[in-house]
């Protein structure tokens, strides 16, 4: 199979002749900077750095065409931009200064090239008049989408590999913490409901002007775009079921259901942590791939009950674990961890192999080698061989 008939395939639930490897491809499945670094040169590639978003201080590598191509990924990605003139002013701002996104949120810098989520323009609002009065993003500006239809184009005349869109919207929960820092939105969920959901609509309404504009320029040759809202920890949710169905899933089905009135294309939904109790709604309002499967997290380990009780309904992205087996694991042990991975989600297709999120920066590339040659050694059907 060519890697886009083999993606098709996938997730389509048909098994095709290997698991699909999606890695390199957007925010929540390529890796940092200095792995992909590392990776580079002990592959002996000679290939210049690129950041997905054109964006540095997100971190994120946007690979060359060599090493995803060394890496047996199935998937490419066309991605949005920020303005020009954002992009140009970041550029040119002093060193170690706070990013400003379009929005008015930004990252200030830890140390020396690391950055965190700092600037929350909205953190003191608690009132409709507000979020009415704030200067909100041009969604229209053409720079953010002027070169998709181009890409996509290309990929699809191409015909090699299947296409991901990945515009960067950041939807509503999770840019609601970076309007207003973490802990004062979910207070303001608390205490100010009215106003949460008010800032939760705005931020909605906003990301469908992009994802609109997005859509009209490629919508027609993707086979796959991604959305998310990280809503797990480590133990649990962030939020009860109760209040994910009062103030989010309604916001959450309105937008799957406005991609897919615009696209063929599958919903792909990046969401972290332990999210198993809400699978079920994940299903009910047309979510059709999920990521990154967070092995660690919970219930999100237990992939046999996962794959009995949800394996018809949704498609697998991810469950390489990034927070034991990737960093600290010897490459046989991620050679292992992947064929069991794939031996248990693999069947009947509906499972792509990424790792748990974006490979972070303790993790060697010997291992990141790894991960995807156990794929070509253990990946083709039938499994378990």
């Given amino acids: 199979m060519t890697p886009r008939e083999r993606v098709l395939a996938a997730i ?31 592959l002996g590639i000679e290939a210049p750095d690129a950041y997905v978003y054109d964006w540095p201080e997100l971190g994120t590598a946007l690979p060359d065409e060599a090493t995803m191509r060394r890496l047996h990924s199935d998937v490419r990605g066309v991605l949005d931009l920020e303005p020009e003139h954002i992009r140009a002013r970041n550029k040119a701002r002093p060193p170690h200064t706070p990013y400003i996104d379009s929005w008015g949120s ?12 700092g600037v929350h323009p909205l953190a003191d609002a608690t009132t409709i008049e507000e979020i009415e009065n704030y200067p909100w993003p041009d969604m229209n500006d053409p720079t953010r989408v002027a070169h998709v239809r181009a890409q996509a184009q290309k990929l699809r005349d191409e015909g090699e590999y299947a296409i991901m869109g990945t515009p960067w919207l950041l939807f509503p929960f999770e840019r609601a913490h970076a309007m207003q820092g973490l802990d004062r939105f ?15 609509r705005k931020i909605t309404d906003v990301c ?11 919508g027609d040759l993707i086979d796959i775009i991604k959305i998310g809202d990280d809503l797990g920890t480590q133990s649990g949710l962030m939020i009860s079921p109760k209040m994910y169905r009062r103030f989010l899933k309604p916001l959450h089905a309105e937008f799957i259901a406005f991609i897919k009135e615009r696209t063929d294309a599958k919903v792909f939904f990046h969401t972290d942590g332990d999210v198993f109790d809400l699978i079920p709604d994940f299903i009910e309002i047309g979510v059709d791939i999920l990521n990154p ?15 009995r009780r949800y394996g018809q309904h949704m498609v697998f992205c991810g469950a390489i674990d990034t927070h034991r087996i990737l960093p600290y694991g010897t490459p046989e042990e991620v050679r292992q961890e992947v064929r ?35 794929v070509e050694e253990f990946g083709y059907y039938p499994l378990g061989r």
């Avoid at 979910?186 to 939760?200: G, S």
């Avoid at 499967?293 to 794959?307: D, F, P, V, W, Y």
Wanted: hydrophobic content about 45%.
């Fill in 12 to 42: 389509n639930h048909e098994e095709p002749d290997r698991v699909p490897i999606c890695i390199g491809v957007s925010n929540a499945t390529s890796m940092k900077m200095k792995p992909y670094r590392a990776l580079k040169a002990l």
């Fill in 106 to 117: 930004g990252q200030v810098e830890l140390t020396e090239d690391v950055w965190f989520p």
């Fill in 186 to 200: 979910m207070m303001n969920m608390v205490h100010h409901p009215d106003f949460a959901a008010a800032l939760l």
């Fill in 208 to 218: 469908k002007v992009l994802m609109g504009n997005f859509l009209r320029e490629c």
């Fill in 293 to 307: 499967i967070q092995t660690s997290a919970g219930r999100m380990a237990n992939l046999e009950e996962l794959k």
């Fill in 340 to 374: 069991r991975v794939i031996n248990i989600l693999g069947p009947g297709g509906g499972y792509m192999v990424a790792s748990v999120h974006t490979i972070m920066n303790d993790v060697p590339p010997e291992n990141i080698l790894a991960m995807v040659d156990a």
